[in-house]
């Protein structure tokens, strides 16, 4: 029996542990911060197996260094960013890890940073994705360029629906007033169905009233609201992205 814990470190981050209860081990994705993530694993007697990092910003690697002297595990990280982060197992689009029962297989998603991966788990449909695609929005382009990004979430797109796409921030309240920003707008190019948002907003806010997480995303669901993932071409991405970050 396989399950991810989300445990939530500064502002707005998660960091996830994928844990194998057969056997008590477990995997940790983007430990930006090591204290919570150390006492979770002492707390739950959880063997860490492996570190999987999916891009080089410090809100995702910062505990890295801490977590490692609590308990050494193999550290991957991807191949672009071999300078930032130093002394770990490269991966790049493609590449399938084995770590005894965890198995995952490496997507590249550049954009929001140049080497930025997700890992992916087929038998359980999680998509690990940092900061690439959010709740009703996507990360910024820090250092991609549109086209990169807007690719990258055409793969995305191309995962089953039924995805859970385990994202690296709690945006999804802050995205869903830009989502009602758009509908507003008369000449908006993104045209989802308004009631598909309002099911959303419902639920979302349902969710964050009891202070759960609006993670893991249904990427399904998401395909039908998230405006990012309706843009039908990298123009109007582009026009997206920099109406978001206007705001
Ligand atoms: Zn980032």
């Known amino acids: 029996m396989k399950r991810v814990e989300l445990i939530p470190i500064f502002e707005d981050n998660y960091v996830f542990v994928i844990i194998d209860e057969s056997n008590h081990s477990a995997v940790v994705v983007d430990p930006g911060e090591a204290a919570a993530v150390i006492e979770f694993l002492e707390r739950s007697q959880l063997s860490l197996k492996a570190i999987l990092l999916t891009h080089h910003h410090s809100d995702h690697i910062g505990g890295l260094t ?45 954009g929001h940073t140049r080497g930025h991966v997700a890992y992916w788990s087929p038998d359980r449909k999680w998509l690990f994705s940092g900061d690439v695609l959010f709740g009703l929005g996507c990360g910024r382009l820090f250092e991609g360029t549109y086209e990169e990004a807007f690719e990258s979430l055409n793969k995305i797109k191309a995962l089953p629906p039924e995805t859970l796409v385990y994202c ?50 249904k990427l399904g669901i998401e395909m039908k609201v998230n405006p990012f993932l309706l843009a039908k071409d990298v123009e109007q991405f582009r026009y997206l992205r920099d109406l978001r970050n206007k705001q």
């Open 168 to 217: 690296a921030h709690e945006y999804t309240e802050e995205n869903l007033n830009f989502c009602k920003l758009l509908t507003r707008l008369d000449n908006s190019p993104i045209t989802g169905d308004d009631e598909d948002l309002v099911l959303y907003e419902n639920e979302l806010l349902g969710k964050r009233e009891l202070n759960l997480p609006s993670v893991p995303l």
């Open 66 to 110: 801490e977590l490692l002297e609590f308990q050494a595990a193999p550290v991957y990280a991807p191949l672009k960013n071999k300078n930032s982060i130093r002394n770990a197992n490269y991966v790049q689009q493609g590449d399938v890890l084995d770590l005894e029962s965890f198995h995952f297989q490496v997507i590249s998603l550049p």
